[in-house]
């Protein structure tokens, strides 16, 4: 079987910090303030967005939206197949009842993430209103999910992979695209 391989970075860590500061602005001005607002991270990269988030909405608005993550492992609707999903831990310190949360991850692709983080937030309460922000929107939905807030638009194909990169789970901040590698089966590339 093929490596996958780098095509392209389409972002760097400066770049990726102007789209959070863009999205904090964004954000701000749609929901009149900051003060009311809560940002739920999924987890993994997410969790790891929405305090870099926080930290913009506060630099610009003086208020720091509580912050929260939240693990869909056993929402999705992959999770009866093969794979064996990792559980992680949620962690929401307020109500979720009455909330206005802004719901953020890092790629935003299929919809079914977001579709399981809906189902896992609502099992949690009611909240008031859900935006979501998310910094890579590359298309191919297979569900109605839109984002409310998009660091950038990256057009991509079935073939690639569109990676957010981030520490502590990268040594580096970026998006990058990947070939997917192909699988080799007797009689050649399939």
């Known amino acids: ?12 860590e400066q770049a990726m910090r102007r789209a959070l500061t863009r999205i904090a602005h964004e954000i701000i001005e749609r929901n009149e303030g900051a003060d009311h607002l809560a940002l739920v991270g999924v987890v993994r990269r997410g969790a790891v967005i929405a305090p870099l988030l926080a930290d913009e909405i506060v630099k610009i608005e003086g208020v720091r ?12 609707d992959d999770v009866t197949r093969a794979i064996q999903p ?44 859900v935006q979501l922000a998310v910094m890579i ?42 070939t997917k590698p192909t699988e080799q089966h007797e009689g050649g590339a399939r």
């Open 137 to 178: 929107d590359r298309g191919h939905r297979e569900l109605p999910i839109r984002a409310d807030y998009v660091g950038k638009n990256v057009p991509s194909s079935h073939e690639e992979d569109v990676r957010l990169c981030v520490s502590p789970f990268d040594d580096k901040t970026s998006v990058e695209i990947w």
């Open 1 to 12: 079987m093929e490596q996958a391989t780098l095509k392209a970075q389409i972002m760097d």
């Open 65 to 76: 939206p509580t912050v929260g993550t939240l693990d869909v492992s056993f929402y999705r």
């Open 86 to 129: 990792v559980m992680f831990r949620t962690d929401i310190p307020f109500a979720v009842d009455g909330a206005d949360i802004i719901l953020v991850d890092d790629v935003l692709y299929t919809g079914r993430t977001i579709r399981a983080a809906l189902d896992a937030l609502i099992d949690l309460g009611r909240p008031k209103t």
